[in-house]
């Protein structure tokens, strides 16, 4: 059964840094370009950073040089490191398989909340 667990979300103050992982279960992870993607209230799904299986990345503007995304192969789980955490951050980030221009191969996983909030 495929699986995709966020975690480390919490929260921050402005300014503070995060650090999210996404283990993934079912999948031969290693295949697979992975993403990062969030929802805040009241808005859509949007993409946040991608991972190919040859470790190069994308982010979107808004945390480009804020945001670095990860994986460990070994483990098939994806980090997001986070800093400089702005309000505008605070929403559920999940993690799908799948890049930029392609739809999110997988059931969506519960995600992880980011509040960010002085």
């Known amino acids: 059964q495929v699986q995709l667990v966020e975690s480390g979300g919490g929260l921050v103050q402005p300014g503070e840094s995060l650090r999210l992982s996404c283990a993934a279960s079912g999948i031969n992870f290693s295949v697979y370009t992975m993403a990062w993607h969030r929802q805040a209230p009241g808005k859509q799904r949007e993409l946040v950073a991608v991972?190919?299986?040859?470790?190069?990345?994308y982010y979107a503007d808004s945390v480009k040089g804020r945001f670095i995304m990860s994986r460990d192969n070994a483990r098939n789980t994806v980090y997001l490191q986070m800093n400089s955490l702005k309000s505008e951050d605070t929403a559920v980030y999940y993690c799908?398989?799948?890049?930029?221009?392609?739809?999110?191969?997988?059931?969506w996983g519960q995600g992880t909340q980011v509040t960010v909030s002085s």
């Open positions: 991972i190919t299986t040859g470790g190069s990345t």
């Open positions: 799908n398989a799948g890049g930029r221009f392609t739809t999110p191969i997988l059931n």
